[in-house]
C-alpha cells in the first residue's frame, strides 16, 4: 500500500507514468490544479472533478498534440 508524505505526494501519484516523462502537477488554489509539462502550463484541471483517469487522459492528448505538430 502506497503511503502518502503530503498532498503533492498524491498528486505525483495521480500522474504515474507522465511524471517520468516531464508531467508535473501543481495546487493553485482550493480549487484548481495547473498541469505542466517540464516548464510549460499545458491544462488547468479542477480539483473536485478531476480522476485520475482524466489527468492520464490530458497528458496524454498533450503528447499526441506534440506528435501531430
Known sequence: MSQYTN????LNAALGEYQS?????MEIDDHTLML???DDV???LSQGGSTIPAIREACQEYL???SAS
Do not use: A, N, P
Open 7 to 10: 498532498f503533492q505526494s498524491i
Open 21 to 25: 516523462k516531464g508531467f508535473r502537477l
Open 36 to 38: 505542466y509539462f517540464y
Open 42 to 44: 499545458v491544462g488547468t
Open 64 to 66: 499526441e498534440s506534440l
